[in-house]
């Protein structure tokens, strides 16, 4: 059995684009705003059968966005009134909604396939209610990502572990579907070093 770290990010705003202005400001999903991911490369995946105004790849997007918006739990108290707070809510919920269940999905696989349980404590249904509940204020009150983790560690971690960087795993280029999922009208192309592989319509 091994121990992960999964959910940690999510729950306490780990990842870089809790903290950037430009995905935060993104009307879309995070992790699509800012100069992450551009629609056009969403596009070149696809054959020229596709393109051209067949697929609205756009609206499709807003329209998941959209709803999972509306599923977001109103905020209230003194926190509701801050319009910062209200869309660090929003971010939150759907990093733990759309974002997760994929890495969750993807550790799974990975991990069954040889044979190894893996268990992710910072999924406890517990620990996500409660911190998701609380006010981002409170989340990042000495200015850091996932101050209130570090915090709650500080005495039982060298300080080295508590004081490190969030170390950025985002690439530019990625993989949008497994091997076995694979249409025959793409094929993998080079991509930068240390970045992995990408997919080009053939």
């Not at 940690?8 to 990842?15: H, K, R, S």
Request: net charge positive; hydrophobic share 35%; glycine share 8%.
């Amino acid at each position: 059995m091994a121990l992960s770290g999964e959910s940690a990010d999510e729950v306490f705003g780990g990842y870089p684009m809790f903290h950037d202005p430009a995905y935060i400001k993104a009307d879309t999903f995070p992790w699509l705003g800012g100069a992450a991911v551009r629609m056009e490369t969403t596009q070149r995946l696809l054959g020229p059968g596709l393109n051209g105004g067949k697929l609205d790849l756009t609206g499709y997007l807003d329209d998941l966005y959209r709803t999972a918006l509306a599923e977001v739990p109103e905020l209230t108290g003194p926190a509701a009134a801050d319009p910062h707070e209200r869309r660090m809510r929003e971010i939150c919920h759907l990093f733990l909604t759309r974002f997760l269940p994929n890495l969750l999905d993807r550790k799974d696989r990975m991990s069954m396939a040889v044979g190894l349980e893996v268990r992710v404590p910072f999924c406890d249904h517990r620990l996500v209610e409660y911190v998701f509940g609380t006010p981002w204020s409170h989340k990042t009150f000495d200015g850091r990502e996932k101050s209130l983790l570090r915090a709650a560690t500080a005495d039982v971690l060298p300080q080295s572990v508590v004081q490190r960087v969030k170390s950025r795993q985002w690439r530019r280029c990625w993989m949008p579907m497994q091997p076995s999922r694979r249409s025959p009208h793409l094929r993998p192309t080079r991509c930068s070093a240390a970045s992995g592989r990408r997919w080009n319509r053939s």
